[in-house]
């Protein structure tokens, strides 16, 4: 990689890495229909939107903003500016949780490609984006910052998988909000370093059934929080188990 490439990768890993109160330019457009349609199953695992606790107030980013996924689980202040033909007046703005990815399109002379690199876009649900401006609007222009995620309850875990490899979700995240590191212990084991698969999905290959399981999750601003046995002795793939305790 470039000695370039490496400073703008690390420019951008630090624009959207931190609670901000600093205001950015970018666009949004919307996805889905009005009962959020097509925005469940995102590039960030989190599944179902509403059994998850995020509902429609929710958006996917464009390559600038996701940082790979890194991005995933963290909250943005947005509100439409500098638009008077289709702007809300008065609607103030709008908290939204990023849950998926507004992937590029390189088709030649494509003049909506708003989710190529290097701008930055979120693309809402219909029902966010109808708080700031007319559906007809279509694109509208936006301020943004990063802010604090505010969660009810404890930091939530799905354990996915089989008994040689452990996969586990990690949602409803406060503080930050995006998930940087994770590390899971059994009540067998010393702490093991996880490592992230896709989205806000971590794994490790080491045999942890019949354990009780704790963890600690660091967000991106470095805050961290030890839980422990979150999941007890006799846990089980494709459940939930709450952490009690948030960032």
Known sequence: MAVYEVFLALAMATVVSAID????????????DMGGGETMQGACGYGDL???????????????????????GA???????????????????????ATNFCPPNYTPNKPDAWCNPP??????????????????AGIIPVRYRRISCSKHGGIKFEINGNPYFTLV????????GDVNAVK??????????????????????????GQSLSFQVTVSDGKKVKLNNVAPAGWQFRHTYNGRNNI
Not at 119 to 136: G, I, N, P
């Open 21 to 32: 109160s600093d205001w950015y330019d970018a666009h949004a457009t919307c996805y889905g």
């Open 50 to 72: 509403f059994k998850q606790g995020y509902g429609l107030k929710t958006a996917a980013l464009s390559t600038a903003l996701f940082n790979d996924g890194l991005t995933c």
């Open 169 to 176: 979700l990690i949602y409803n995240v406060g503080g930050a």
């Open 184 to 209: 899971i212990k059994g009540s067998n084991t010393q702490w093991i370093a996880m490592s992230r698969n896709w989205g806000q999905n971590w794994q490790t290959g080491t045999v942890l059934t």
């Open 75 to 97: 909250c943005f202040e947005i509100y439409c500016h500098n638009d008077p033909q289709w702007c809300i007046p008065n609607a103030g703005s709008i908290k939204i949780t």
């Open 119 to 136: 701008q930055k876009h979120f693309d809402l649900s219909v029902k966010m984006f109808t708080k700031l401006a007319e559906y007809r």
